[in-house]
Protein backbone atom coordinates (compact mmCIF):
# COMPACT_ATOMS: atom_id res chain seq x y z
CA UNK A 1 0.00 0.00 0.00
CA UNK A 2 2.47 2.76 1.19
CA UNK A 3 5.07 1.85 -1.94
CA UNK A 4 2.06 2.39 -4.35
CA UNK A 5 1.68 5.82 -2.49
CA UNK A 6 4.84 6.74 -2.32
CA UNK A 7 5.24 6.13 -6.32
CA UNK A 8 2.70 8.51 -7.03
CA UNK A 9 4.14 10.95 -4.96
CA UNK A 10 7.51 11.04 -6.84
CA UNK A 11 6.47 10.14 -10.00
CA UNK A 12 3.42 13.43 -10.17
CA UNK A 13 3.97 16.70 -9.18
CA UNK A 14 1.03 18.25 -6.46
CA UNK A 15 0.94 22.00 -5.88
CA UNK A 16 0.74 23.24 -2.49
CA UNK A 17 -2.09 25.80 -4.11
CA UNK A 18 -4.32 22.79 -4.69
CA UNK A 19 -3.51 20.97 -1.86
CA UNK A 20 -4.54 24.23 0.43
CA UNK A 21 -7.81 23.84 -1.45
CA UNK A 22 -8.43 20.34 -1.17
CA UNK A 23 -7.81 20.51 2.58
CA UNK A 24 -10.38 23.83 3.20
CA UNK A 25 -12.64 22.19 1.24
CA UNK A 26 -12.71 18.70 3.39
CA UNK A 27 -12.50 21.08 6.14
CA UNK A 28 -15.55 22.91 5.77
CA UNK A 29 -17.55 20.10 4.26
CA UNK A 30 -16.29 18.16 6.86
CA UNK A 31 -17.87 20.20 9.27
CA UNK A 32 -21.04 20.85 7.88
CA UNK A 33 -21.46 17.00 7.85
CA UNK A 34 -19.97 16.43 11.53
CA UNK A 35 -21.83 19.49 13.62
CA UNK A 36 -25.53 17.40 13.21
CA UNK A 37 -24.45 14.33 14.26
CA UNK A 38 -22.44 15.66 17.50
CA UNK A 39 -25.20 17.79 18.14
CA UNK A 40 -27.12 13.64 17.90
CA UNK A 41 -24.88 12.49 20.14
CA UNK A 42 -24.92 15.07 22.40
CA UNK A 43 -28.42 15.41 22.51
CA UNK A 44 -28.42 11.51 23.84
CA UNK A 45 -27.05 12.46 26.42
CA UNK A 46 -28.50 16.04 28.13
CA UNK A 47 -30.34 15.82 31.07
CA UNK A 48 -34.24 17.11 29.99
CA UNK A 49 -33.71 20.98 31.06
CA UNK A 50 -30.77 20.93 28.64
CA UNK A 51 -32.37 19.93 26.10
CA UNK A 52 -34.73 22.82 26.49
CA UNK A 53 -32.08 25.84 27.32
CA UNK A 54 -31.71 29.16 26.09
CA UNK A 55 -29.23 30.06 24.50
CA UNK A 56 -29.38 26.38 23.34
CA UNK A 57 -25.89 24.43 23.58
CA UNK A 58 -24.39 21.77 21.20
CA UNK A 59 -22.32 20.05 23.74
CA UNK A 60 -23.83 18.64 26.80
CA UNK A 61 -22.28 20.10 30.04
CA UNK A 62 -23.60 17.59 32.45
CA UNK A 63 -23.85 14.34 30.82
CA UNK A 64 -26.41 11.40 31.85
CA UNK A 65 -27.65 8.19 31.21
CA UNK A 66 -30.95 9.10 32.25
CA UNK A 67 -32.43 8.61 28.70
CA UNK A 68 -30.98 5.62 28.09
CA UNK A 69 -31.95 4.01 31.81
CA UNK A 70 -35.76 5.54 31.06
CA UNK A 71 -35.38 3.36 27.52
CA UNK A 72 -34.43 0.45 29.60
CA UNK A 73 -37.07 0.73 31.81
CA UNK A 74 -40.23 1.44 29.21
CA UNK A 75 -38.35 -1.87 27.41
CA UNK A 76 -38.57 -3.78 30.49
CA UNK A 77 -42.19 -3.34 30.27
CA UNK A 78 -43.61 -4.12 27.17
CA UNK A 79 -45.92 -6.72 26.47
CA UNK A 80 -43.63 -8.53 24.02
CA UNK A 81 -40.19 -8.89 25.20
CA UNK A 82 -37.64 -7.05 23.48
CA UNK A 83 -35.36 -9.49 22.94
CA UNK A 84 -38.08 -10.64 20.44
CA UNK A 85 -38.03 -7.56 18.54
CA UNK A 86 -34.37 -7.45 18.15
CA UNK A 87 -34.53 -10.98 16.81
CA UNK A 88 -36.65 -10.31 14.26
CA UNK A 89 -34.82 -7.29 13.26
CA UNK A 90 -31.90 -9.70 13.05
CA UNK A 91 -33.26 -12.61 11.32
CA UNK A 92 -34.95 -9.86 8.49
CA UNK A 93 -31.05 -8.33 8.31
CA UNK A 94 -29.41 -11.27 8.43
CA UNK A 95 -31.42 -13.18 6.03
CA UNK A 96 -32.32 -10.41 3.47
CA UNK A 97 -28.82 -9.41 3.33
CA UNK A 98 -27.25 -12.67 2.52
CA UNK A 99 -29.97 -13.43 -0.38
CA UNK A 100 -29.24 -10.30 -1.83
CA UNK A 101 -25.80 -10.20 -2.39
CA UNK A 102 -25.59 -13.58 -3.42
CA UNK A 103 -28.47 -13.81 -5.42
CA UNK A 104 -27.84 -10.87 -7.01
CA UNK A 105 -23.90 -11.36 -7.69
CA UNK A 106 -24.71 -15.17 -9.18
CA UNK A 107 -27.00 -13.12 -11.73
CA UNK A 108 -24.36 -10.25 -12.40
CA UNK A 109 -21.93 -13.21 -13.01
CA UNK A 110 -24.33 -14.11 -15.84
CA UNK A 111 -24.83 -10.81 -16.91
CA UNK A 112 -21.03 -9.17 -17.05
CA UNK A 113 -18.77 -12.46 -16.68
CA UNK A 114 -20.75 -14.70 -19.01
CA UNK A 115 -22.22 -12.06 -21.26
CA UNK A 116 -25.23 -14.76 -22.42
CA UNK A 117 -26.87 -13.78 -24.56
CA UNK A 118 -30.81 -11.75 -23.76
CA UNK A 119 -29.49 -11.15 -20.19
CA UNK A 120 -27.87 -7.77 -21.36
CA UNK A 121 -31.61 -6.38 -21.69
CA UNK A 122 -32.72 -8.23 -19.08
CA UNK A 123 -30.22 -6.19 -16.94
CA UNK A 124 -31.65 -2.72 -18.76
CA UNK A 125 -34.85 -3.66 -16.99
CA UNK A 126 -33.57 -4.01 -13.84
CA UNK A 127 -32.05 -0.76 -14.06
CA UNK A 128 -35.12 0.93 -14.82
CA UNK A 129 -37.14 -0.38 -12.06
CA UNK A 130 -35.34 1.64 -9.75
CA UNK A 131 -36.92 4.54 -10.83
CA UNK A 132 -40.10 3.33 -10.96
CA UNK A 133 -41.97 4.56 -7.42
CA UNK A 134 -42.61 1.55 -4.95
CA UNK A 135 -45.62 2.89 -3.51
CA UNK A 136 -48.20 1.71 -6.44
CA UNK A 137 -47.01 -1.32 -6.61
CA UNK A 138 -48.26 -2.12 -3.52
CA UNK A 139 -51.33 -3.30 -4.07
CA UNK A 140 -50.32 -6.07 -6.54
CA UNK A 141 -47.43 -7.20 -4.12
CA UNK A 142 -49.84 -7.70 -1.82
CA UNK A 143 -52.08 -9.46 -3.77
CA UNK A 144 -49.25 -11.68 -4.67
CA UNK A 145 -48.03 -12.13 -0.86
CA UNK A 146 -51.49 -12.83 0.11
CA UNK A 147 -51.33 -15.60 -2.86
CA UNK A 148 -47.58 -17.20 -1.49
CA UNK A 149 -49.69 -17.35 1.81
CA UNK A 150 -46.87 -15.22 3.43
CA UNK A 151 -49.14 -12.48 5.01
CA UNK A 152 -48.11 -12.26 8.60
CA UNK A 153 -44.77 -13.60 8.05
CA UNK A 154 -41.37 -12.47 8.19
CA UNK A 155 -40.90 -14.27 4.81
CA UNK A 156 -42.76 -11.00 2.87
CA UNK A 157 -39.96 -8.94 3.78
CA UNK A 158 -37.29 -11.05 3.38
CA UNK A 159 -37.71 -12.92 -0.03
CA UNK A 160 -38.71 -10.21 -2.18
CA UNK A 161 -35.69 -8.49 -1.22
CA UNK A 162 -33.42 -10.72 -2.82
CA UNK A 163 -34.27 -9.29 -6.08
CA UNK A 164 -33.75 -6.15 -5.19
CA UNK A 165 -32.49 -4.20 -8.22
CA UNK A 166 -29.59 -2.85 -6.79
CA UNK A 167 -27.45 -6.45 -5.49
CA UNK A 168 -27.62 -7.27 -9.04
CA UNK A 169 -27.01 -3.44 -10.65
CA UNK A 170 -23.91 -2.63 -8.11
CA UNK A 171 -22.11 -6.06 -8.77
CA UNK A 172 -22.37 -6.41 -12.01
CA UNK A 173 -20.77 -2.46 -12.40
CA UNK A 174 -17.75 -3.60 -10.00
CA UNK A 175 -17.75 -6.52 -12.22
CA UNK A 176 -16.91 -4.40 -15.31
CA UNK A 177 -14.37 -2.27 -13.45
CA UNK A 178 -12.15 -4.89 -11.40
CA UNK A 179 -12.25 -8.20 -13.24
CA UNK A 180 -9.57 -8.67 -15.73
CA UNK A 181 -10.81 -10.78 -18.96
CA UNK A 182 -7.73 -12.69 -19.40
CA UNK A 183 -7.91 -14.22 -15.46
CA UNK A 184 -11.69 -15.75 -16.73
CA UNK A 185 -10.27 -17.25 -19.98
CA UNK A 186 -6.99 -18.35 -18.22
CA UNK A 187 -9.61 -20.18 -15.63
CA UNK A 188 -11.64 -21.52 -18.56
CA UNK A 189 -8.77 -23.10 -20.08
CA UNK A 190 -7.53 -24.48 -17.35
CA UNK A 191 -11.44 -26.17 -17.20
CA UNK A 192 -12.96 -24.37 -14.11
CA UNK A 193 -16.62 -24.74 -13.64
CA UNK A 194 -18.68 -21.80 -13.65
CA UNK A 195 -19.53 -22.10 -9.87
CA UNK A 196 -16.05 -22.25 -9.81
CA UNK A 197 -15.08 -19.29 -11.33
CA UNK A 198 -17.69 -17.25 -9.67
CA UNK A 199 -16.71 -18.16 -6.25
CA UNK A 200 -13.16 -18.63 -6.34
CA UNK A 201 -12.32 -16.29 -9.00
CA UNK A 202 -14.58 -13.40 -9.39
CA UNK A 203 -15.63 -13.36 -5.76
CA UNK A 204 -12.96 -12.68 -3.94
CA UNK A 205 -11.93 -10.22 -6.90
CA UNK A 206 -14.63 -8.05 -6.58
CA UNK A 207 -14.62 -7.80 -2.46
CA UNK A 208 -15.05 -4.08 -2.40
CA UNK A 209 -18.68 -4.75 -4.14
CA UNK A 210 -20.21 -7.58 -1.86
CA UNK A 211 -19.06 -5.70 1.20
CA UNK A 212 -20.89 -2.09 0.02
CA UNK A 213 -23.68 -4.22 -0.72
CA UNK A 214 -23.65 -5.21 2.78
CA UNK A 215 -23.19 -2.13 4.35
CA UNK A 216 -26.54 -1.01 1.67
CA UNK A 217 -28.55 -3.51 2.54
CA UNK A 218 -28.00 -3.62 6.25
CA UNK A 219 -28.75 0.30 6.91
CA UNK A 220 -32.05 -0.56 4.70
CA UNK A 221 -33.31 -3.45 6.18
CA UNK A 222 -32.22 -2.25 9.77
CA UNK A 223 -34.85 0.25 9.47
CA UNK A 224 -37.77 -1.72 8.30
CA UNK A 225 -40.84 -1.43 10.37
CA UNK A 226 -42.47 -4.34 9.26
CA UNK A 227 -44.15 -3.52 5.82
CA UNK A 228 -47.82 -3.56 5.26
CA UNK A 229 -47.34 -7.08 5.00
CA UNK A 230 -46.54 -7.71 8.61
CA UNK A 231 -49.92 -7.80 11.76
CA UNK A 232 -48.57 -9.89 14.76
CA UNK A 233 -47.13 -7.47 17.37
CA UNK A 234 -44.34 -10.56 17.99
CA UNK A 235 -43.35 -10.15 14.70
CA UNK A 236 -42.87 -6.34 14.42
CA UNK A 237 -38.79 -4.96 14.35
CA UNK A 238 -36.49 -3.16 16.67
CA UNK A 239 -37.28 0.11 15.04
CA UNK A 240 -40.61 0.17 14.80
CA UNK A 241 -40.47 -1.03 18.57
CA UNK A 242 -38.27 1.92 19.57
CA UNK A 243 -40.24 4.50 17.48
CA UNK A 244 -43.50 3.32 18.97
CA UNK A 245 -41.68 4.52 22.36
CA UNK A 246 -40.09 7.17 21.53
CA UNK A 247 -43.45 8.72 19.66
CA UNK A 248 -45.45 9.13 22.04
CA UNK A 249 -45.31 11.50 25.01
CA UNK A 250 -44.47 14.92 23.56
CA UNK A 251 -42.09 16.70 25.35
CA UNK A 252 -41.80 14.33 28.60
CA UNK A 253 -40.08 12.01 26.06
CA UNK A 254 -37.80 14.00 24.27
CA UNK A 255 -34.60 12.59 25.92
CA UNK A 256 -35.97 9.24 25.07
CA UNK A 257 -36.17 9.92 21.38
CA UNK A 258 -32.89 11.25 21.33
CA UNK A 259 -31.54 8.39 22.70
CA UNK A 260 -33.31 5.97 20.04
CA UNK A 261 -32.02 7.90 17.48
CA UNK A 262 -28.47 7.56 18.82
CA UNK A 263 -29.40 3.76 19.15
CA UNK A 264 -30.92 3.20 15.89
CA UNK A 265 -27.52 4.98 14.49
CA UNK A 266 -25.31 3.35 16.01
CA UNK A 267 -25.49 -0.38 14.58
CA UNK A 268 -24.94 0.47 10.89
CA UNK A 269 -22.13 2.73 11.77
CA UNK A 270 -20.13 -0.39 13.80
CA UNK A 271 -21.48 -2.64 10.61
CA UNK A 272 -20.15 0.24 8.30
CA UNK A 273 -16.98 0.02 9.68
CA UNK A 274 -15.97 -3.12 10.14
CA UNK A 275 -16.89 -3.53 5.93
CA UNK A 276 -14.34 -0.80 5.32
CA UNK A 277 -11.60 -1.84 6.91
CA UNK A 278 -11.97 -4.79 5.28
CA UNK A 279 -12.43 -2.53 1.99
CA UNK A 280 -9.05 -0.75 2.45
CA UNK A 281 -7.40 -4.62 3.42
CA UNK A 282 -8.28 -6.56 -0.05
CA UNK A 283 -7.42 -3.63 -1.74
CA UNK A 284 -3.84 -2.86 -0.36
CA UNK A 285 -3.89 -6.92 -0.43
CA UNK A 286 -4.29 -7.11 -4.44
CA UNK A 287 -1.98 -4.14 -4.93
CA UNK A 288 0.79 -6.48 -3.79
CA UNK A 289 -0.24 -9.15 -5.91
CA UNK A 290 0.03 -7.19 -9.17
CA UNK B 1 -30.21 -22.06 -31.25
CA UNK B 2 -31.14 -24.96 -28.45
CA UNK B 3 -27.04 -25.85 -28.33
CA UNK B 4 -26.24 -22.48 -27.27
CA UNK B 5 -28.76 -22.86 -24.57
CA UNK B 6 -27.75 -25.92 -23.25
CA UNK B 7 -24.37 -24.39 -23.34
CA UNK B 8 -25.19 -22.47 -20.92
CA UNK B 9 -27.37 -24.26 -18.90
CA UNK B 10 -26.01 -23.20 -15.33
CA UNK B 11 -26.03 -19.62 -16.23
CA UNK B 12 -29.74 -20.00 -16.84
CA UNK B 13 -29.55 -21.80 -13.09
CA UNK B 14 -27.77 -19.19 -11.78
CA UNK B 15 -30.18 -15.98 -12.87
CA UNK B 16 -33.17 -18.15 -12.60
CA UNK B 17 -33.72 -17.05 -8.45
CA UNK B 18 -33.19 -13.86 -8.85
CA UNK B 19 -34.92 -13.83 -12.27
CA UNK B 20 -38.26 -15.41 -10.89
CA UNK B 21 -38.23 -12.87 -7.89
CA UNK B 22 -37.58 -10.16 -10.26
CA UNK B 23 -40.27 -11.09 -12.36
CA UNK B 24 -42.71 -11.87 -9.28
CA UNK B 25 -42.24 -9.17 -6.69
CA UNK B 26 -41.01 -6.03 -9.36
CA UNK B 27 -42.26 -6.53 -13.22
CA UNK B 28 -45.59 -8.01 -13.10
CA UNK B 29 -46.53 -5.22 -10.10
CA UNK B 30 -44.93 -2.36 -12.46
CA UNK B 31 -46.93 -3.31 -15.50
CA UNK B 32 -50.24 -3.99 -12.87
CA UNK B 33 -49.43 -0.23 -12.19
CA UNK B 34 -49.19 1.05 -15.51
CA UNK B 35 -52.50 -0.23 -16.45
CA UNK B 36 -53.89 0.99 -13.31
CA UNK B 37 -53.26 4.23 -14.76
CA UNK B 38 -55.74 4.08 -17.48
CA UNK B 39 -58.12 2.84 -14.57
CA UNK B 40 -60.53 4.48 -11.75
CA UNK B 41 -59.49 2.29 -9.03
CA UNK B 42 -60.53 3.51 -4.88
CA UNK B 43 -59.13 -0.27 -3.70
CA UNK B 44 -62.64 -1.21 -2.58
CA UNK B 45 -64.78 -1.38 -5.82
CA UNK B 46 -62.82 -3.24 -9.33
CA UNK B 47 -60.93 -0.58 -11.25
CA UNK B 48 -63.22 1.36 -13.82
CA UNK B 49 -61.47 1.77 -17.43
CA UNK B 50 -61.47 5.55 -18.27
CA UNK B 51 -58.63 5.84 -20.62
CA UNK B 52 -56.36 8.53 -20.62
CA UNK B 53 -58.68 11.01 -18.19
CA UNK B 54 -56.27 10.46 -15.28
CA UNK B 55 -53.69 12.18 -17.33
CA UNK B 56 -55.40 14.96 -18.62
CA UNK B 57 -57.10 15.84 -15.17
CA UNK B 58 -53.47 15.62 -14.08
CA UNK B 59 -52.53 18.48 -16.69
CA UNK B 60 -55.80 20.13 -17.12
CA UNK B 61 -57.38 20.02 -13.29
CA UNK B 62 -54.79 19.74 -10.80
CA UNK B 63 -53.04 22.49 -9.96
CA UNK B 64 -51.17 21.33 -7.12
CA UNK B 65 -49.43 18.73 -9.30
CA UNK B 66 -48.26 21.30 -11.75
CA UNK B 67 -46.64 22.96 -8.50
CA UNK B 68 -45.50 19.67 -7.21
CA UNK B 69 -43.75 19.07 -10.56
CA UNK B 70 -42.46 22.70 -10.39
CA UNK B 71 -40.68 21.78 -7.06
CA UNK B 72 -39.45 18.25 -8.15
CA UNK B 73 -37.53 19.87 -10.98
CA UNK B 74 -36.35 22.79 -8.80
CA UNK B 75 -34.72 20.20 -5.99
CA UNK B 76 -33.89 17.81 -8.99
CA UNK B 77 -31.48 20.61 -10.82
CA UNK B 78 -30.08 21.71 -7.94
CA UNK B 79 -29.82 18.83 -5.10
CA UNK B 80 -28.94 16.40 -8.58
CA UNK B 81 -25.79 17.72 -10.18
CA UNK B 82 -24.53 19.14 -6.54
CA UNK B 83 -24.95 16.10 -4.66
CA UNK B 84 -23.51 14.01 -7.99
CA UNK B 85 -20.23 16.46 -7.72
CA UNK B 86 -20.11 16.34 -3.88
CA UNK B 87 -20.09 12.46 -4.46
CA UNK B 88 -17.39 12.23 -6.82
CA UNK B 89 -15.10 15.00 -6.13
CA UNK B 90 -15.16 13.94 -2.32
CA UNK B 91 -14.46 10.13 -2.95
CA UNK B 92 -11.65 11.38 -5.20
CA UNK B 93 -10.05 14.13 -2.88
CA UNK B 94 -10.23 11.33 0.11
CA UNK B 95 -8.92 9.00 -2.28
CA UNK B 96 -5.42 10.47 -2.45
CA UNK B 97 -5.23 10.31 1.99
CA UNK B 98 -3.67 7.54 3.72
CA UNK B 99 -5.81 4.82 4.59
CA UNK B 100 -6.53 5.93 8.38
CA UNK B 101 -7.44 9.10 7.35
CA UNK B 102 -9.63 8.16 4.34
CA UNK B 103 -11.28 5.83 6.35
CA UNK B 104 -12.30 8.15 9.24
CA UNK B 105 -13.08 11.12 6.62
CA UNK B 106 -15.22 8.11 4.77
CA UNK B 107 -17.15 7.62 7.87
CA UNK B 108 -17.31 11.51 8.59
CA UNK B 109 -19.18 12.18 5.09
CA UNK B 110 -20.94 8.80 4.77
CA UNK B 111 -22.46 8.67 8.33
CA UNK B 112 -25.52 11.48 7.48
CA UNK B 113 -27.27 9.14 5.17
CA UNK B 114 -26.62 5.95 7.23
CA UNK B 115 -28.98 6.30 9.69
CA UNK B 116 -32.77 6.54 8.34
CA UNK B 117 -33.93 9.56 10.71
CA UNK B 118 -31.17 10.96 11.57
CA UNK B 119 -31.96 14.07 9.48
CA UNK B 120 -34.68 14.76 12.06
CA UNK B 121 -32.09 16.02 13.95
CA UNK B 122 -31.98 19.38 11.78
CA UNK B 123 -36.11 19.89 12.78
CA UNK B 124 -34.17 20.50 16.06
CA UNK B 125 -31.38 23.13 14.57
CA UNK B 126 -33.88 24.84 12.54
CA UNK B 127 -36.82 24.66 15.31
CA UNK B 128 -39.75 27.84 15.21
CA UNK B 129 -39.45 28.56 18.79
CA UNK B 130 -36.33 29.55 20.65
CA UNK B 131 -35.20 26.19 22.10
CA UNK B 132 -34.30 25.96 18.00
CA UNK B 133 -30.47 26.02 17.50
CA UNK B 134 -30.52 28.66 15.04
CA UNK B 135 -32.99 31.02 16.21
CA UNK B 136 -30.99 30.46 19.95
CA UNK B 137 -28.06 32.08 19.01
CA UNK B 138 -29.21 34.70 16.38
CA UNK B 139 -31.99 35.45 19.13
CA UNK B 140 -29.04 35.39 21.62
CA UNK B 141 -26.23 37.80 19.91
CA UNK B 142 -28.69 39.98 18.77
CA UNK B 143 -29.16 38.82 15.17
CA UNK B 144 -33.09 38.96 14.83
CA UNK B 145 -35.75 39.89 17.89
CA UNK B 146 -37.98 37.36 16.85
CA UNK B 147 -37.83 33.67 16.41
CA UNK B 148 -38.42 32.65 12.69
CA UNK B 149 -40.84 30.31 11.95
CA UNK B 150 -37.93 28.22 9.51
CA UNK B 151 -40.14 25.17 8.76
CA UNK B 152 -43.49 26.77 8.34
CA UNK B 153 -42.17 30.03 6.22
CA UNK B 154 -42.76 29.20 2.32
CA UNK B 155 -39.69 31.83 2.26
CA UNK B 156 -37.34 29.43 3.87
CA UNK B 157 -38.92 26.09 3.58
CA UNK B 158 -37.38 25.00 0.06
CA UNK B 159 -33.83 26.36 1.13
CA UNK B 160 -33.71 24.29 4.39
CA UNK B 161 -34.55 21.24 2.78
CA UNK B 162 -32.47 21.43 -0.13
CA UNK B 163 -29.58 22.25 2.67
CA UNK B 164 -30.63 19.29 4.70
CA UNK B 165 -31.13 16.79 1.10
CA UNK B 166 -27.39 18.13 0.44
CA UNK B 167 -26.32 16.78 3.81
CA UNK B 168 -27.31 13.42 3.16
CA UNK B 169 -26.71 13.24 -0.46
CA UNK B 170 -23.50 11.62 0.34
CA UNK B 171 -24.92 7.90 0.13
CA UNK B 172 -25.18 4.57 -2.33
CA UNK B 173 -23.40 6.79 -4.71
CA UNK B 174 -20.59 7.91 -3.25
CA UNK B 175 -19.63 4.82 -1.13
CA UNK B 176 -19.40 2.90 -4.39
CA UNK B 177 -17.22 6.09 -6.02
CA UNK B 178 -14.93 5.21 -2.79
CA UNK B 179 -14.77 1.70 -3.27
CA UNK B 180 -14.06 2.27 -7.21
CA UNK B 181 -11.48 4.37 -6.60
CA UNK B 182 -9.47 1.97 -4.31
CA UNK B 183 -9.42 -0.60 -7.06
CA UNK B 184 -8.34 1.31 -9.64
CA UNK B 185 -4.67 -0.53 -11.27
CA UNK B 186 -1.77 1.61 -9.87
CA UNK B 187 0.24 0.27 -12.89
CA UNK B 188 -2.04 2.45 -15.14
CA UNK B 189 -0.77 5.54 -13.46
CA UNK B 190 2.91 4.33 -13.58
CA UNK B 191 2.30 4.45 -17.13
CA UNK B 192 0.71 7.44 -17.35
CA UNK B 193 3.44 8.88 -15.58
CA UNK B 194 5.98 8.00 -18.45
CA UNK B 195 3.58 8.66 -21.31
CA UNK B 196 3.55 12.74 -19.70
CA UNK B 197 0.58 13.19 -17.34
CA UNK B 198 1.94 15.87 -15.80
CA UNK B 199 -1.07 17.41 -13.27
CA UNK B 200 -3.61 15.84 -11.05
CA UNK B 201 -6.23 17.41 -13.51
CA UNK B 202 -4.41 15.24 -16.10
CA UNK B 203 -4.16 12.79 -14.62
CA UNK B 204 -7.95 12.89 -13.48
CA UNK B 205 -9.16 13.52 -17.02
CA UNK B 206 -6.88 11.29 -18.90
CA UNK B 207 -6.70 8.27 -16.09
CA UNK B 208 -8.95 7.91 -13.27
CA UNK B 209 -12.41 9.35 -14.94
CA UNK B 210 -12.28 6.63 -18.09
CA UNK B 211 -10.96 3.65 -15.44
CA UNK B 212 -13.81 5.34 -13.31
CA UNK B 213 -17.00 4.76 -16.29
CA UNK B 214 -18.72 1.97 -14.88
CA UNK B 215 -19.13 3.76 -11.65
CA UNK B 216 -19.95 6.86 -12.93
CA UNK B 217 -23.38 5.74 -14.41
CA UNK B 218 -24.43 4.01 -11.53
CA UNK B 219 -23.65 7.00 -9.33
CA UNK B 220 -25.84 8.95 -11.86
CA UNK B 221 -28.88 6.82 -11.67
CA UNK B 222 -28.70 6.90 -7.17
CA UNK B 223 -28.55 10.41 -7.64
CA UNK B 224 -31.55 10.53 -10.33
CA UNK B 225 -34.06 8.33 -8.41
CA UNK B 226 -32.90 10.42 -4.98
CA UNK B 227 -33.52 13.60 -6.04
CA UNK B 228 -35.95 13.00 -8.12
CA UNK B 229 -38.38 11.31 -5.24
CA UNK B 230 -37.26 13.33 -2.46
CA UNK B 231 -41.08 13.04 0.09
CA UNK B 232 -40.11 11.60 3.14
CA UNK B 233 -37.53 13.91 4.62
CA UNK B 234 -39.95 16.91 3.52
CA UNK B 235 -42.99 15.46 5.11
CA UNK B 236 -40.69 14.92 8.09
CA UNK B 237 -38.93 18.40 8.57
CA UNK B 238 -41.60 20.75 7.06
CA UNK B 239 -45.02 19.04 7.54
CA UNK B 240 -47.34 17.26 4.89
CA UNK B 241 -48.62 19.38 3.20
CA UNK B 242 -46.28 22.05 3.89
CA UNK B 243 -47.14 25.36 3.93
CA UNK B 244 -48.88 26.72 0.93
CA UNK B 245 -47.01 23.78 -0.91
CA UNK B 246 -44.37 25.33 -0.79
CA UNK B 247 -42.18 22.32 -0.56
CA UNK B 248 -44.74 19.78 -2.23
CA UNK B 249 -43.26 17.02 -4.47
CA UNK B 250 -44.19 14.37 -6.89
CA UNK B 251 -43.57 11.73 -4.76
CA UNK B 252 -45.57 13.26 -2.06
CA UNK B 253 -48.52 14.28 -4.25
CA UNK B 254 -48.71 10.18 -5.27
CA UNK B 255 -48.57 9.71 -1.67
CA UNK B 256 -51.58 12.06 -1.07
CA UNK B 257 -53.32 9.92 -3.37
CA UNK B 258 -52.59 6.15 -3.05
CA UNK B 259 -52.65 6.54 0.73
CA UNK B 260 -55.11 8.78 1.97
CA UNK B 261 -57.82 9.68 -1.24
CA UNK B 262 -57.54 5.68 -1.91
CA UNK B 263 -57.62 7.14 -5.63
CA UNK B 264 -54.97 4.34 -7.01
CA UNK B 265 -55.18 4.84 -10.56
CA UNK B 266 -54.57 8.47 -9.96
CA UNK B 267 -51.55 7.87 -7.96
CA UNK B 268 -50.33 5.53 -10.53
CA UNK B 269 -50.39 7.74 -13.59
CA UNK B 270 -48.32 10.34 -11.27
CA UNK B 271 -46.02 7.53 -10.87
CA UNK B 272 -46.05 6.86 -14.54
CA UNK B 273 -45.20 10.40 -15.13
CA UNK B 274 -42.20 10.45 -12.95
CA UNK B 275 -40.95 7.83 -14.42
CA UNK B 276 -40.97 9.09 -17.90
CA UNK B 277 -39.38 12.24 -16.29
CA UNK B 278 -36.60 10.20 -14.72
CA UNK B 279 -35.46 7.82 -18.03
CA UNK B 280 -35.58 11.45 -19.58
CA UNK B 281 -32.57 12.72 -17.12
CA UNK B 282 -30.98 9.74 -17.12
CA UNK B 283 -30.72 9.64 -21.02
CA UNK B 284 -29.40 13.07 -20.88
CA UNK B 285 -26.72 12.70 -18.24
CA UNK B 286 -25.51 9.58 -20.30
CA UNK B 287 -24.82 11.54 -23.24
CA UNK B 288 -22.59 13.77 -21.40
CA UNK B 289 -21.03 10.89 -19.49
CA UNK B 290 -20.09 9.52 -22.50
CA UNK B 291 -17.65 12.43 -23.21
CA UNK B 292 -16.15 11.59 -19.83
CA UNK B 293 -12.26 11.31 -20.43
CA UNK B 294 -12.14 11.85 -24.66
Redesign the interface.
Known amino acids: MASRFSIRKTRLSRSTGGDIVIILFLLIGGAFMVIPMILIISNAFKPLNELFLFPPRLIVRNPTTKNFHDLMVMMAQSWVPFGRYLLNSLIIVTLGTLGNVFFGSLAAYVISVRRVPGTKTFMSIVVLSLMFTSEVTRIPNYVTIAFLGWIDSLRSIIIPRWSAPLGLYLVSRFIEGMIDRSLIEAAEIDGAGDFRIYWQIVMPNIKPAWLTMIILSFQELWRTQGGHYIYSEQLKTLPYALNQLAAQGGVARQGVQAAVTLIMMIVPIIVFLINQSKIVDTMGHSGMAN | MFK?MRA?K???L??A???I??V???????V??IL?SFTYFN?LQPPQWVGMHNYIRLFLEDEVFLIAVKNTLIYAAITGPVSYL?CF??AW??N?L??KV??V????????S?????????R??FSGD????VN??L??YGWINAPIQWLLDPDWIMPIVILVVL?MS?G?GF??F???L??L???L??AG?IDG????WQ?LWYLTLP?????L??GA?MT??SS??VAGEISNLVGFPSTDYAAHTI?QH??DY??IRFD?GY??A??VI??FM??VS?RVVQKLLNKVGE
Do not use: H
Open positions: EYMCYFIPYALFVFTVVPVMALMLVTLIEKPRALTLLFYAPISGNAYVIWVITYGIGFLYWLTLVVAGQGDPRYEAVRNREQMRPYMFIITFTVLQGTMASIALFMVQ
